[in-house]
T-cell receptor, first 115, second 115 residues
């Protein structure tokens, strides 16, 4: 099935460093969501973005909805060991469209933080 | 406030058997979506239920079917299991808005192993 192009696939960083990851699509989305998943668990919603150009923060996390509506970015500042996990982007199309309610996911970015 | 719950947490089935997975949405939510997540991949949308009807469907065969009950809980049924059906099955709940897209919150998942 269709998936978003998420990069990088994995990152190995030192505690305290900043992290950036992004997600691109050939299709326009009206909502971008960022999730974190720990092994054996379900994805946990981190940030939701609703407007093109929107910049939203949640603690040390900041995400942006790209102007073209085809991309989104997630930054984590001053990483800590508990940031370890898999980060997924997900796009949701326009309400009322034929795919309304269907989330399309990226393949994930595996983040490892060394103390 | 209880989040999304799923049962069972894991199960093992044999090829050709049938399985039923269950989901209770987050309080206040009326929409349930099901996703399949293979190892190392992002979740793939199976289908979505609102008002006890299937509203959207992903690229999954008819062996995958579902149901939503009046209390908004949902079941996912898979018939004639194949080895390739082994995956983490995730349930996500949300509120169905006519003009606004809302976030989907995931449960912990059911790990299905087909032998």
């Amino acid at each position: 099935g269709q998936q978003l192009n998420q990069s990088p696939q994995s990152m190995f960083i030192q505690e305290g460093e900043d992290v950036s990851m992004n997600c691109t699509s050939s299709s326009i989305f009206n909502t971008w969501l960022w999730y974190k998943q720990d092994p054996g668990e379900g994805p946990v919603l981190l940030i939701a973005l609703y407007k093109a150009g929107e910049l939203t923060s949640n603690g040390r996390l900041t995400a942006q909805f790209g102007i073209t509506r085809k991309d989104s970015f997630l930054n984590i500042s001053a990483s800590i060991p508990s940031d370890v996990g898999i980060y997924f982007c997900a796009g949701q199309p326009l309400a009322g469209g034929t795919s309304y309610g269907k989330l399309t996911f990226g393949q994930g970015t595996i983040l490892t933080v060394h103390p | 406030d209880a989040g999304v719950t799923q049962s069972p947490t894991h199960l093992i089935k044999t090829r050709g058997q049938q399985v039923t997975l269950r989901c209770s949405p987050k309080s206040g939510h009326d929409t349930v979506s099901w996703y399949q997540q293979a190892l190392g991949q992002g979740p793939q949308f199976i289908f979505q239920y609102y008002e006890e009807e299937e509203r959207q469907r992903g690229n999954f065969p008819d062996r995958f079917s579902g149901h939503q009950f009046p209390n908004y809980s949902s079941e996912l049924n898979v018939n004639a299991l194949l080895l390739g059906d082994s995956a983490l099955y995730l349930c996500a709940s949300s509120f169905w808005g006519l003009s606004v897209v809302y976030e989907q919150y995931f449960g912990p998942g059911t790990r299905l192993t087909v032998t």
